[in-house]
């Protein structure tokens, strides 16, 4: 595994991880739009998740920063981007989907961020769809009161550079937090394999009281579940599934456990329901079941999540969005960085 820094020299700002897996087609331009940045003190790490394309290689070559660590089997999202998070050198931890593709100034706008505000340490980015820039992948990822996530404003029209701001979680296709930090809260929880993990761990940022930040003028591509047959894939719908029933209750504090639950049921049987979604409802189905199977690990995580919590129920309460329209329409959920948290450190 060769290290293009070598032990001997500063350890780059930026480590940039890209979990790679079937992305033959994508892992290419991601990494050309990396080399292309305006920022250029990062490195970069392609886990190869024993992708049977073996595009890992391939796609690093040429690029002055790379380096390619092999998982040796298909660990998931979440426990490919912990070791290389485990493996990175660089203060700030950088998510990317091989699918994504950053503008020139992406890096350069989320250090420039962590420079305004020095007591933000999670950042995530204005995505924007692949096939049209004019359409939202994105902006950032919002918790509904009924516990069904989503990200912000998908499928509307891009707003543009709006004004920057909390959200509650930073999407996992293009993020930037504090290295130290993830790694104390223990990474990406690796039960969950891929699909709202990133929420996982935005809820745990919530917990602990650390927000996270918009920042709209950095901007990406996103194709989406390119690696895994799309967003209505069989694959795709039963780790959303089952995964966000876990998020519910691994990280909702018991005051609201009562009034959450219930929601998130009616609100899984209404979409369930849905015309569109009926073809699905055996994968559904197996999904909730496989999340039900799980709960014995996921409450004894759970405890050791809620042991960290330093907020109050009512501070997580006004951090969910209440309102029925936001959750239909998908609209983003964007609040004014509070004063206590734009000062030095």
């Not at 931890?93 to 706008?109: G, I, K, M």
């Not at 967003?231 to 795709?236: G, H, L, M």
């Not at 990280?251 to 899984?268: D, E, K, Q, S």
């Given at each position: ?26 892992l ?13 003190d ?16 391939g ?10 660590i ?16 485990r ?24 250090v ?6 020095p ?16 359409v ?42 504090d ?51 799309g ?25 609201l ?7 998130h ?23 909730f ?15 050791r ?41």
């Amino acid at each position: 595994m060769n290290d293009p820094f070598g032990e001997d020299k500063a350890p780059p700002a930026l480590s940039v991880v890209i979990v790679a897996y079937n992305s033959a087609a994508s892992l290419p331009p991601c990494v050309a739009a990396l080399a292309a940045q305006t920022f250029g003190d990062y490195e970069l790490l392609i886990v190869n998740n024993a992708s049977p394309q073996g595009e890992a290689h391939g796609a690093a070559q040429g690029h002055p920063r790379v380096r390619v660590i092999e998982a040796g089997a298909n660990l998931g999202f979440a426990a490919g981007v912990n070791l290389g998070a485990r493996e990175a050198r660089g203060r700030w931890l950088v998510l990317l989907n091989p699918d994504a593709y950053p503008d020139p100034d992406w890096l350069e706008q989320l250090v420039a961020a962590s420079q305004r505000y020095p007591k933000v340490r999670s950042f995530t980015s204005r995505q924007v769809m692949a096939q049209d820039r004019s359409v939202l992948d994105g902006l950032g990822d919002v918790m509904s009161a009924p516990a069904i996530p989503y990200r912000g404003g998908y499928l509307s029209p891009d707003p543009g550079n709006t004004a920057e701001g909390e959200v509650f979680s930073p999407c996992g296709a293009a993020m930037m937090v504090d290295r130290e930090m993830f790694l104390r809260l223990g990474g990406l929880d690796e039960a969950f394999f891929c699909y709202c993990e990133d929420v996982d761990f935005g809820y745990r940022l919530q917990l602990v009281g650390e927000p996270t930040l918009l920042v709209p003028a950095a901007v990406i591509a996103h194709e989406g579940s390119a690696s895994s047959g799309g967003p209505k894939s069989e694959f795709a719908v039963f780790h959303g599934v089952r995964n966000r029933f876990w998020v519910l209750v691994k990280n909702t504090p018991a005051l609201l456990l009562p009034v959450i639950l219930p929601l998130h049921l009616l609100a899984f049987a209404v979409v369930s329901l849905r015309p569109q979604n009926r073809p699905l409802l055996g994968v559904t189905w197996r999904g909730f079941k496989a999340a039900l199977a799980g709960l014995g690990p996921v409450w004894k995580s759970r405890r050791r999540t809620q042991a960290q919590r330093r907020v109050s129920a009512l501070q997580i309460a006004q951090a969910l969005t209440w309102d029925p329209k936001d959750l239909s329409g998908r609209r983003a959920v964007i609040r004014p960085l509070r004063p206590s948290r734009r000062g030095a450190p």
